[in-house]
């Protein structure tokens, strides 16, 4: 509404409004249903074929299972071994060390000796 006054503003046109808007957008006209949508995806899911292959796993022999059993205690008893040399490798390398760092001379140690 403007004053009779105002002789620069132009009126808008005004369209009658009859019944209010709801809220949100509006549905269209062939819109489904949930209760459409989710018959529509089973009967998708029911469509897909799924194509499935089973293969028959023979037994291993009792021979093959005894060699590999074999092999497998061999290989842990050559750890073993290789396990006690790397011991008295590491047991001799530490002795060595222990031996250069001893001094020769009746010198007193520094503190320095400790971190060679």
């Not at 046109?13 to 949930?34: C, F, I, L, Q, Y």
């Not at 029911?46 to 293969?55: G, Q």
């Not at 073993?80 to 590491?90: F, G, N, P, V, Y």
Request: no cysteine.
């Amino acid at each position: 509404m403007t004053k009779p006054q105002n002789k620069k503003t132009i009126p808008l046109p005004m369209s009658k409004v009859t019944e209010k808007r709801g809220r949100g957008r509006p549905r269209k006209p062939d819109a489904m249903t949930n209760a459409q949508r989710q018959a529509a995806f089973r009967a998708r899911q029911k469509a897909i074929t799924v194509s499935v292959t089973v293969t028959e796993n023979k037994r291993s022999t009792s021979k093959s299972r005894d060699e590999l059993s074999r092999e497998n205690e061999r290989l842990r008893a050559d750890l073993a071994d290789l396990q006690a040399k790397l011991r008295i490798a590491e047991r001799e390398r530490s002795e060595a060390r222990s031996a250069l760092r001893r001094p020769t001379d009746k010198r007193k140690p520094s503190i320095f000796d400790v971190w060679r």
